[in-house]
């Protein structure tokens, strides 16, 4: 081929993979039919008809809490996925949204329409509200109140400890630290979630020098020195860095080593352990013999998924995190408890940069994947929900399998017609406006990478970095498993806990009495959401098409064309 001609050809390439790249096939050849549509709705209809109610008493509990994955983020995160398929993704599912029974949540804090973390897991973990940024303490607890929440009558019990007097074992696996905000409300009672060591509440003085750091609840106090599991970041905070140069979030100034504290009282107790921090190290640990398992995967949270070390030196994936917790739980002839927290869907959206949100959204269902292959849902309830959305929107009206990430063709509704992202924020980092000597003009996205794991999207109202704010409006809960259909409308968030109590016969409910049904309909974990309406065709299609992707991608970072 003659250089002229590899021109040629490499401009044709290039100007189909600039039509190409952000346009996204269907996989349902005949959805243009009437016929299938027909057909598809009476398939919904016939699974509704056949839903029967599982009452069974649960065995094991497993929460799935997506933090910040709200409505518009599992939206997008489903398209997200089926684009990394190949194909357009608004058609599919993520796989909770196959659960057969969901219901949607109120997110609200007692003095907050906004919520936070801390409160709305103490809602869902405990069944009792409480104010913005407290954990595991009622509504008499203001933030940084340490004389209120000492007082007996305003703290609160949560599942985990529900679950360990009911003699469960239990157990947490969190991408953010083990201290964070969701996991602490499973074991901490504390009047301010940032307390997560000694050195913040030694800033406070005398009037919080009674109260003990969230680190040293879960070492120390029940319920969290008898959590069986315990999986995430937060090496700093338990007085055990691996890294000198790691920011400076929470450094322990009481010179205690937590993480030899605890297995100091494994030896006491006689009990076998193992602590990891790395992949190999997770893998080695032997299952059937060991009865405390301690992983941290980072001095702050462990990496995002788009920037982990894949390498047995590196991060395990958080469903290598999840199949390790659930295969040493499940050994347990009572059943167990276990919380699985996607927490850095939250980081990704808070600093405005969906690509790295959605990538944990993708990962945090692999995990739930997993799960469904290893329990039985005729004894295991399983929920997902979220704790709170955020200020995401999905907007304009991008051509179906348009880039999820990508830009939206400018309308006759835009007015000073530049381009701009299907999903934005209206508070964030991301905003970024300019002068052009004659007015006020939004930043000119020709070009931009919007794709990219670091680019920012726009928003409407400044915020400093990684500051972008919750949402305020309810989120989903999906449920699978015995006693799953009491989600039903919208509810409480505090009903969640509720139900999980319930469910198991534990907690408030210990002792509950009801009749045992063996439903025939459970979900089924390797269901195709597509079934029969996608054709081999269809699939072949969209394989060529990634692959074609794939290849000019490659020459493109090869400057071939």
């Not at 609200?108 to 104010?131: E, I, M, R």
Request: negative net charge; charged residues 25%.
């Amino acid at each position: 081929m003659t250089p002229l001609q590899l021109i040629v050809l490499c401009t044709l390439l290039l100007v189909w993979w600039i039509e190409a790249e952000h346009v996204y096939p269907s996989p349902n050849e005949r959805e243009n039919d009437s016929d299938f549509w027909m057909k598809l709705g009476e398939e919904e209809i016939n699974e509704a008809l056949a839903q029967t109610k599982n009452t069974n008493v649960a065995k094991n509990v497993i929460l799935f809490l997506g933090d910040g994955m709200g409505i518009t983020a599992t939206t997008a995160g489903r398209i997200f996925k089926g684009q990394k398929q190949g194909h357009a993704g608004e058609e599919g599912y993520l796989v909770w949204e196959r659960f057969p029974n969901i219901g949607l949540l109120k997110t609200y804090n007692l003095d907050k329409q906004v919520p936070d973390s801390a409160a709305t897991a103490t809602a869902f973990l405990s069944g009792v509200k409480g104010n913005y940024k407290t954990l595991g303490v009622n509504g008499k607890v203001k933030v940084n109140d340490c004389t209120a929440s000492l007082v007996k009558e305003n703290r609160v019990k949560s599942i985990i400890e529900w679950a360990q007097e009911a003699g469960k074992e239990t157990g947490f696996v969190t991408t953010t630290q083990v201290t964070h905000a969701t996991p602490a409300a499973l074991y901490a009672k504390s009047p301010s979630r940032k307390w997560q060591c000694d050195t913040r509440i030694k800033a406070l003085g005398k009037n919080a020098s009674s109260c003990k750091d969230i680190a040293r609840q879960l070492v120390e106090d029940e319920p969290g020195r008898n959590i069986k599991v315990i999986m995430g970041g937060g090496r700093q905070e338990m007085g055990s860095p691996l890294t000198k140069d790691v920011m400076q979030d929470c450094v322990r100034s009481d010179g205690r080593d937590l993480v030899s504290q605890w297995k100091s009282d494994r030896e006491a107790e006689g009990k076998s352990y193992s602590y990891a921090t790395s992949t190999g190290e997770l893998r080695a640990i032997d299952l059937e013999n060991t009865d405390f398992i301690l992983g941290l995967f980072g001095d702050l949270h462990s990496p995002y998924e788009v920037d982990r070390d894949n390498s047995s030196q590196g991060t395990p994936h958080i469903k290598e995190m999840v199949e390790v917790a659930l295969r040493r739980l499940r050994r347990h002839e009572e059943g167990y408890f276990l919380l699985v927290e996607g927490g850095r869907i939250d980081h990704g959206l808070h600093d405005s940069k969906p690509k790295r949100a959605l990538e944990e959204i993708v990962a945090f269902e692999e995990a739930l994947q997993k799960v469904l292959e290893l329990v039985d849902l005729e004894e295991t309830l399983v929920l997902v929900t979220a704790d709170h959305s955020h200020v995401m929107t999905m907007n304009g009206y991008p051509e179906r399998g348009n880039n999820i990430l990508g830009l939206v063709e400018t309308s006759e509704d835009i007015s000073d017609g530049l381009p701009y992202t299907t999903l934005m924020f209206t508070n964030g980092p991301g905003f970024n406006y300019t002068w052009n000597h004659l007015k006020v003009q939004r930043r000119n996205l020709t070009g931009v990478e919007t794709d990219d794991k670091d680019y920012v999207s726009h928003s409407g109202v400044p915020t400093h970095e990684g500051s972008e704010t919750h949402g305020g409006e309810d989120v989903a809960v999906y449920a699978s498993g015995p006693m799953a259909h009491l989600f039903h409308r919208v509810h409480e968030q505090t009903y969640v806990a509720h139900v999980m109590g319930y469910a198991a016969c534990i907690g408030p409910y210990k002792g509950c009495v009801r009749s045992v049904e063996h439903p025939s309909n459970a979900y089924k974990a390797n269901e195709d959401f597509r079934g029969s309406r996608a054709s081999s065709t269809a699939n072949a299609a969209n394989w060529l098409f990634v692959y074609m992707i794939g290849v000019l991608q490659f020459m493109k970072n090869l400057n071939i064309c």
